[in-house]
């Protein structure tokens, strides 16, 4: 599935998906600190974690793309209106007018904007890498 369609996918969720887990755990490169299984397998790695509830897992994946240390990065969310977005801090940075941004806005879940969010700004990233 390409990031377009995991967005349209993304879009449709009314709560948490673990299929769709699966597909975010696919996206973290190897080694991934979790296996693409939605179950424990006993002496192995945990399973993928549930990306779509839980913004702790979300804010690992999208740390391991768009890191908050240093500065590189801000994360706006409000929770109310379920909307999230990734933002560059750097100085050719245009906030949230950037290209490179990533937005979500009305999703049913703070983890799930976060996903949609995400996902936006890899796709907008693969665009402007041409």
Known sequence: MDRAELIERLEKLTGPDREVDLLLGELWPDPRPFTLSLQQQRGRKPPVPAFTDSTDAMLALIGVYFPLRLGA???????????????????GSY????????????????????????VSALLRSDKEAG
């Open 95 to 118: 906030g949230v007018n950037d290209p490179r941004c990533g937005h979500a806005h009305g999703a049913p879940s703070i983890p799930i904007a976060m996903a949609m969010a995400f």
């Open 73 to 91: 990065w801000n994360y706006t969310m409000a929770a109310a209106h379920g909307s999230f977005s990734i933002i560059p801090n750097d100085p």
